[in-house]
C-alpha cells in the first residue's frame, strides 16, 4: 500500500515536471537527448520524461542593455567617456541560445567597438552635434552583426557625452563669451533703433515746425493782401464819392447855363492852389475883375437853386 503511494505521488510530480505552460511573449528552447528538438512558443506543451528538457528560456520582450561610459578618442586627439544605450528583442530563440555565448556581453562589446570607429572619423566639434549621425550609423552595424544571433537592434541612443575637465572649461567659457558678444550685438542694435527713433522724431517735428511757420506766414500774407485789398476798395470807393460829387456839381452848374463859368471857376481854382504858400510865383489873370463877377453871380444861382429845392 505504502509502494502504490509513492507511486502516485512520483507520477503525479512527473507528470507535473512533464507539462510546460509558456506564458505569452516568451519562448523555451527545448533539447531531447541534448540535441535541439523545437521551441515551445505560448501556450501549454507535453515533454518525454527523462529524454526531453527545456534548455533555455527566452524572453520575447524588447529589452535595454545600458552600458557604463567608454573610453574613445576623436579625430583631433580628444579622450572623452561615452555611455551608451542599446533597444534590442529576440527574433530567433534557437539562435540567440545556441548563436554566442553571452549575447549581452558581445553587445556591449561590440557597441564600444563600433563607438570607437566612429567617434575616431569625427573631431570633438562633429562629435558634440551629430548624435543623431552617430546613432543611426551603430544602430545599422549592431543590427547586422547580431543577425546571427537572433536578436533584432531596434535602435541605439548616446546617453551622455563626458569631454575632459580642460575642455568642459574651454567651452563655458566659448559659450560665456558667445553669450556676451550676442548681448553686445543686441544693446548695440537696440541703441541704433532708439537714436533712429529721436532722429525720426526731431525730423517730424521739424516739418510739423516749417509745415506750421509756412501756414502761419500764408495766413498773415492773406490777412495783409485782404487788408489792402479793403483800403484799395475804400480808397476807390471815395474816389467814386468825390468824381460823383464833382459830376453832380458840374451837371448843375450845366443845368444852369454856366458852361463858360465852368472854365472861369476851374481856373480861379488853378489859381488858388497856385498861391498856397509853397508856390514861389503867383501868375494874376488878366480878368481876375470879371472872374469875381462870375463867381459872384454863381453863388447866386447856386443860392437860388437851393431856395427852390427847400
Excluded at 58 to 64: C, H, I, W
Excluded at 191 to 198: G, N
Aim: aromatic residues 6%.
Amino acid at each position: 500500500m505504502l509502494f502504490i503511494i509513492f507511486l502516485l505521488i512520483f507520477i503525479v510530480l512527473l507528470f507535473v515536471t512533464c507539462v510546460k505552460v509558456v506564458p505569452q511573449a516568451n519562448a523555451y528552447v527545448v533539447e531531447r537527448l541534448g540535441a535541439y528538438l523545437c521551441t515551445f512558443e505560448t501556450g501549454i506543451h507535453f515533454l518525454v520524461p527523462f529524454v526531453d528538457r527545456v534548455a533555455k528560456k527566452v524572453s520575447l520582450k524588447e529589452q535595454v542593455a545600458d552600458f557604463p561610459p567608454q573610453p574613445v578618442i576623436t579625430k583631433d586627439n580628444v579622450t572623452m567617456r561615452i555611455d551608451s544605450v542599446v533597444f534590442f528583442f529576440i527574433t530567433d530563440p534557437k539562435l540567440y541560445a545556441y548563436g554566442i555565448v553571452n549575447p549581452i556581453a558581445a553587445i556591449e562589446n561590440l557597441t564600444a567597438t563600433t563607438l570607437r570607429n566612429i567617434i575616431g572619423d569625427l573631431d570633438l566639434d562633429q562629435t558634440l552635434t551629430s548624435r543623431e549621425i552617430i546613432n543611426t550609423k551603430m544602430r545599422e552595424v549592431l543590427d547586422k552583426a547580431t543577425d546571427p544571433w537572433g536578436i533584432k537592434v531596434t535602435r541605439v541612443e548616446l546617453k551622455n557625452i563626458i569631454p575632459p575637465q580642460a575642455i568642459q572649461e574651454a567651452m563655458e567659457k566659448q559659450m560665456k563669451a558667445e553669450r556676451e558678444r550676442r548681448e553686445s550685438i543686441l544693446r548695440a542694435e537696440g541703441e541704433k533703433k532708439s537714436t533712429i527713433l529721436v532722429a525720426e522724431g526731431k525730423k517730424e517735428a521739424a516739418i510739423l515746425d516749417a509745415e506750421a511757420d509756412k501756414q502761419t506766414t500764408i495766413l498773415q500774407a492773406e490777412a495783409e493782401r485782404q487788408k489792402q485789398v479793403e483800403e484799395a476798395e475804400g480808397r476807390a470807393q471815395a474816389i467814386r464819392l468825390v468824381q460823383q460829387a464833382n459830376a453832380e456839381g458840374i451837371r448843375m452848374l450845366k443845368e444852369a447855363g454856366a458852361d463858360e463859368a465852368v472854365l472861369k471857376i476851374k481856373s480861379l481854382e488853378a489859381f488858388a492852389k497856385a498861391a498856397d504858400g509853397n508856390a514861389t510865383k503867383i501868375i494874376v489873370p488878366s480878368d481876375i475883375a470879371g472872374l469875381a463877377g462870375i463867381v459872384q453871380s454863381v453863388a447866386e444861382l447856386a443860392q437860388n437853386t437851393n431856395t427852390e429845392k427847400k
